[in-house]
């Protein structure tokens, strides 16, 4: 997210940090904090700060994954918590990779290829692009990126959650059934967590790194998410002039 991990794992993991800057994950994260408002700038300054605290306070040895690389974390900055979740808007994003595709099939093999592979593209929709515009090796770089990202970063994928009412239960109150379908991973994407207060008390899965629960349960109503799956993505390709 930060674009820096070929500085820990080397120089195999260059076209990730390539492909982490160009997007600007965290250009966008550092730019947005700053205009983030007040009250949730302080639920993310603290939760930053409880993070920060936990590397000191927290368990004696370092994580195996610091341990085997022989090196420390690095503080953890606010900005780090929105660049996470524009990671995971990105990996959550259903079909960039499908319109990278797409728009291959269109400048190498025409229209009606497309509209072959995909039938439900309307008629009345007109191209983006005629075959044959400039676009050089430029794609061929970006897909060879987004796919050395994906084996590495891993993509959410679908979801799926239901929500049954109490007349179909033998309680009498509902029931919610919440299946995210983010892939395995170590570190895990999930850290479960209670938080009590003298007000009001929660209880779920959070995202690491993040101050939120996505799925939980307060003692009066229950939630979880799931993603919906939409046609989310545009792809644009910028030409550098000679000029600049």
């Given at each position: 997210?930060?674009?820096?991990?070929a500085?820990?794992?080397?120089?195999?993991a260059l076209?990730?940090?390539?492909?982490?800057r160009?997007?600007g994950?965290r250009?966008?994260?550092?730019?947005?904090?700053?205009?983030?408002?007040?009250?949730?700038r302080?639920i993310?300054d603290?939760?930053v700060?409880?993070?920060n605290?936990?590397?000191?306070r927290?368990?004696?040895?370092?994580?195996?994954?610091?341990?085997l690389?022989?090196?420390?974390?690095?503080?953890y900055?606010?900005?780090?918590v929105l660049?996470?979740m524009?990671?995971?808007?990105?990996?959550?994003?259903?079909?960039?990779?499908?319109?990278?595709?797409?728009?291959?099939?269109?400048?190498?093999?025409g229209p009606?290829?497309?509209?072959?592979?995909d039938?439900?593209?309307?008629?009345?929709?007109?191209?983006?692009?005629p075959p044959?515009?400039p676009?050089?090796?430029?794609?061929?770089?970006l897909?060879?990126?987004?796919?050395?990202?994906?084996?590495?970063i891993?993509l959410?994928?679908g979801?799926?959650?239901?929500?049954?009412?109490g007349?179909?239960?033998?309680?009498?109150?509902?029931?919610?059934a919440?299946?995210?379908?983010l892939?395995p991973?170590?570190?895990s994407h999930?850290y479960l967590?209670?938080?009590a207060?003298?007000?009001?008390?929660?209880?779920?899965?959070?995202?690491l790194?993040?101050?939120?629960?996505?799925?939980?349960f307060?003692?009066?109503?229950?939630w979880?998410v799931?993603?919906?799956l939409?046609?989310n993505?545009d792809l644009?390709?910028?030409?550098?002039?000679s000029?600049?």
């Amino acid at each position: 997210m930060r674009g820096t991990l070929a500085a820990l794992v080397g120089p195999d993991a260059l076209p990730i940090d390539r492909l982490s800057r160009r997007i600007g994950f965290r250009r966008s994260a550092k730019a947005q904090i700053e205009v983030t408002d007040d009250d949730m700038r302080s639920i993310i300054d603290a939760y930053v700060a409880g993070v920060n605290q936990g590397t000191t306070r927290g368990a004696k040895k370092l994580a195996h994954e610091f341990t085997l690389l022989k090196s420390r974390p690095t503080p953890y900055e606010p900005a780090d918590v929105l660049g996470l979740m524009k990671l995971m808007a990105f990996l959550l994003a259903s079909n960039w990779d499908s319109e990278l595709i797409r728009y291959k099939m269109l400048i190498e093999d025409g229209p009606d290829a497309v509209v072959a592979l995909d039938p439900a593209y309307p008629e009345w929709l007109p191209v983006s692009a005629p075959p044959g515009s400039p676009a050089g090796e430029a794609i061929d770089r970006l897909m060879d990126d987004l796919e050395y990202f994906k084996q590495t970063i891993g993509l959410g994928g679908g979801s799926n959650n239901w929500a049954i009412a109490g007349s179909r239960t033998k309680s009498g109150r509902p029931i919610v059934a919440n299946d995210p379908h983010l892939a395995p991973s170590h570190p895990s994407h999930w850290y479960l967590a209670r938080v009590a207060t003298q007000e009001w008390a929660v209880a779920g899965a959070t995202l690491l790194g993040a101050p939120a629960f996505p799925v939980g349960f307060n003692g009066h109503c229950a939630w979880g998410v799931t993603a919906g799956l939409t046609d989310n993505t545009d792809l644009f390709i910028e030409e550098i002039g000679s000029d600049g």
